[in-house]
């Protein structure tokens, strides 16, 4: 089955705008990507300055491979400043998909 990559971040009010627009701005860059399965981007609701980057693919080499391409990717950029980061810490947890269910075809 699947495994799962969950970026936790922790993201001050000030820079929430700032982190979602980035993601909007990257919006396609992973989902051509062998093994990718799905993604979301989770906005806390009340009580926590922590945001969720869901990613499921169908294997830890498929993911490692996208790090790979994607850290290759970040060393050829253009040169100049890059943007300070929006989050104040990053956690990634992983998982593997044990049992999964969706709505029925009735």
Do not use: C
């Not at 051509?32 to 945001?51: A, C, I, K, N, Q």
């Not at 294997?59 to 790979?68: A, H, I, L, T, V």
């Amino acid at each position: 089955m699947s495994i799962v990559k969950i970026n936790v971040l922790t993201v001050p009010a000030e820079q929430r705008e700032t982190l979602e627009r980035r993601f909007a701005a990257r919006a396609g860059a992973v989902e051509g990507s062998d093994g990718f399965e799905w993604f979301e981007l989770l906005r806390p609701v009340e009580g926590t300055d922590t945001y969720l980057v869901y990613t499921r693919w169908r294997s830890e080499e498929d993911f490692q491979r996208w790090m790979s391409d994607r850290a290759q990717a970040a060393h050829g950029g253009a040169p100049g400043e890059k943007p300070r980061p929006a989050a104040t810490d990053a956690t990634l947890w992983s998982f593997e998909v044990v049992q999964q269910a969706a709505p029925r075809q009735d």
